[in-house]
């Protein structure tokens, strides 16, 4: 049986293309960093930590997203990353990706499911 569901954020906090929101997962060596974000209307979270070397990736808090709100970029070595699916489509990772978590809509709230 799945463990259930956790409540990251309102769904009306994640807009196209804007700032994400981080939230913490349990992990083998104590709680990580992870971020939800939404593009082209859906929801996508990842672990917040660059394919190339484990640096988190936003520029400031929540702020994921390239300048044209295309790509997700890290901050540190500028690595450009598919939201929808986390593949590093240029940088120093290229051919990488990042970890992707399992989140949903329901009722106008977005949460995280543990696997």
């Known amino acids: 049986m799945a463990p259930d569901p956790r409540l990251i954020c309102p769904a009306g906090a994640l807009l196209d293309g804007g700032d994400g929101v981080r ?6 060596e104590g709680e990580q960093a992870a ?6 209307g859906r929801v996508h979270a990842y672990l ?4 190339h070397r484990p640096v988190e990736l936003d520029w400031l808090p929540g ?3 390239d300048a044209d ?18 593949y590093c ?11 992707p978590l399992t989140v949903f809509e329901q009722d106008g709230q977005v949460f995280w499911q543990p696997a």
């Not at 940088?91 to 970890?99: K, N, R, S, T």
């Open 23 to 28: 939230f913490g997962v349990p992990g083998p």
């Open 35 to 40: 971020f939800v974000v939404r593009y082209q």
């Open 48 to 51: 917040n930590r660059c394919a």
């Open 63 to 65: 702020q994921f997203f």
């Open 69 to 86: 709100q295309r790509y997700l970029i890290c901050a540190t070595h500028g690595a450009l990353f598919e939201p929808a699916d986390g």
């Open 89 to 99: 489509v240029a940088g120093p990772c290229h051919g990488g990706g990042l970890v």
